[in-house]
């Protein structure tokens, strides 16, 4: 079982920048795929960036240019550095793990982090 634990969110101005951080109970670098996933009030679930085991990216149109996911491997902590914030980023933040073992795959969600973002 892959435990993870998302932090890091908080209030922010417009503008501002957060980075949320997510540990995982093991290695990072031997998942399939992590990603960052939002989920405001009254709304689905959306996908927000994810990265694959090899390191490659993707991001959600809405936050192309000012997010960035990355692995720390010293930490074995997955990050989402969040910049010039825009208050429809204001959402619950939740870490995503994809595992793959012996062919079959098993999916983790963390417990999400509040990012507020208003003036």
């Known amino acids: 079982q892959v435990q993870l634990v998302e932090s890091g969110g908080g209030l922010v101005q417009p503008g501002g920048s957060l980075r949320l951080s997510c540990a995982a109970s093991i290695n990072i670098f031997t998942l399939y795929r992590m990603g960052w996933y939002r989920q405001a009030p009254g709304e689905q679930r959306e996908l927000v960036a994810t990265?694959?085991?090899?390191?490659?990216?993707n991001y959600a149109d809405s936050v192309k240019g000012r997010f960035a996911i990355f692995r720390d491997k010293a930490k074995n902590t997955l990050h989402l550095q969040m910049n010039n914030l825009k208050p429809e980023d204001t959402a619950v933040y939740y870490c995503?793990?994809?595992?793959?073992?012996?062919?079959?795959?098993?999916?983790?969600w963390g417990q999400g982090t509040q990012v507020t973002v208003s003036s």
């Open positions: 995503n793990a994809d595992q793959v073992v012996r062919g079959t795959e098993y999916v983790y």
């Open positions: 990265i694959l085991s090899g390191g490659s990216t």
